[in-house]
């Protein structure tokens, strides 16, 4: 019965990875167009990202203010063997540019863990930060390698073509940056099921009971924090052959930081939660900033509701309806969800056009296809009004939705108990 069950859970494991090599591949397919596949490169390389980040924070335990070092490092050097490729100094495939990002990426992680990994909580936050303020530092100082703030910029189009593709096209780049997605994510889940990334779940969880039954946690640190600066570099190395252009910014606490966020909100210790957090910030940044210059005050609005209300990310808010879905009483949540969602999001999108009104320059503010007045006073007091309504009705059917929340977890007893009553 064991062997059936390990059969199943292999099928159900490896169909979740066809499906998501499956949408890697149809995406250019289903969405043709210019914007559509420079969103998807972006997206591509936030992944990696994310996920190298998650190898650190969400299970290691270990917060890192200077992720984009290792990010930025192996960008560099991946521009620089594109320029070595220029001059014809060496001559091989591009698809293996990512690699040379990555290993300097390990580099870079060998070197700075071997003495930061020796402490862990905030030391280790305080040391990352300082590293990172010292790389960007020097990327402004060291010109013949960073190029200062003009950076650094290079030709993917003078290697050899790789079955037909010379990489003219963003396409090309597209199915490239989808190749090394799938691997980095795939050895990135792999070494989560290894013995050294479950006791890095054990070294965040408890440092002192895993040095107890004989594991040093600085040396599980150390391997999972050269894993992630390994990962990194791939990211750096695929944004390099995706923008051909590498500057300060890619090495600063910006990067390090919009690395964090994308962690955070998709969730801390799911695997799945930084491609998620990668999927909706690449989105907000894209699609967000072409219509709104606050799109970076909804961002920071969006991280403080995420760590107020949802501690464990969007991915966590999936699973939090696991058991609902186990016990088949999923359905009995939509209605609920439906009286408390509408007015909230009434009190979002007055609260949107409130904040956009107040920043406009423009007599007039076009918004979900209405024209209102900045200086009409009714316009003002109407989105008051219904802010207020909205938040009103949220706060009044809130109670029904966590009424309704507690009956669908709740043990079969309990439940029949509370449908009787």
Request: with cysteine; glycine share 10%.
């Amino acid at each position: 019965m064991n062997g059936v069950t390990a059969i199943r859970a292999l099928a159900a494991k490896s169909g979740i990875w066809a499906a998501y090599l499956a949408v890697l591949l149809l995406l250019p397919q289903l969405f043709d167009s210019i914007l559509a596949i420079s969103i998807f490169n972006q997206m591509a390389i936030a992944i990696v990202f994310a996920l190298s980040y998650n190898m650190l924070l969400g299970q290691g335990g270990m917060l890192s203010f200077g992720h984009a070092v290792y990010f930025g490092l192996g960008g560099f050097l991946a521009v620089h063997a594109l320029l070595m490729m220029e001059n014809e100094a060496v001559y091989f495939s591009i698809a293996f540019i990512p690699l040379i990002g990555g290993l300097t990426g390990l580099l870079a992680g060998v070197f700075v863990g071997s003495f930061s990994t020796r402490k862990a909580g905030t030391v280790f936050a305080m040391i990352s930060l300082g590293i990172g303020e010292l790389v960007a530092a020097s990327s402004l100082i060291f010109t013949g390698f960073f190029g200062g703030e003009a950076g650094v910029s290079g030709d993917r189009t003078f290697g050899p073509p790789l079955f037909g593709m010379d990489f003219f096209s963003d396409v090309d780049v597209y199915y490239l940056a989808a190749f090394w997605v799938f691997v980095s994510t795939l050895f990135m889940y792999l070494f989560t099921q290894t013995p050294a990334g479950r006791m890095a779940n054990a070294v965040r969880d408890n440092p002192e009971r895993a040095e107890f039954i004989g594991y040093s946690a600085r040396w599980v640190r150390f391997i999972s924090f050269c894993a992630s600066g390994m990962f990194a570099g791939v990211a750096g190395g695929l944004f390099a052959l995706n923008y051909e252009f590498l500057t300060d910014e890619n090495l600063n606490l910006v990067t390090s930081g919009r690395v964090l966020l994308m962690a955070y909100i998709g969730g801390l210790g799911f695997f799945i939660g930084p491609i998620i957090g990668a999927i909706v910030l690449t989105l907000m940044n894209f699609l967000l900033s072409n219509y709104t210059e606050l799109w970076l005050l909804y961002l920071g609005i969006m991280f403080l509701l995420t760590v107020l209300f949802l501690p464990r990310g969007f991915a966590g808010f999936i699973m939090m309806h696991r058991l609902a879905w186990l016990r088949g009483r999923l359905h009995t949540l939509a209605l609920p969800y439906l009286l408390t969602g509408l007015p909230a999001l009434l009190f979002i999108l007055c609260v949107i056009c409130l904040l956009e009104l107040s920043h406009t320059a423009e007599p007039e503010l076009h918004f979900l296809g209405l024209s209102l007045a900045q200086d009409s006073v009714l316009v003002w007091a109407g989105l008051l009004l219904l802010a207020t309504l909205g938040w009103y009705l949220t706060k009044k059917s809130a109670p029904g939705l966590r009424r309704a929340w507690e009956a669908a977890n709740a043990p079969e007893a309990d439940a029949a108990q509370e449908q009787v009553s």
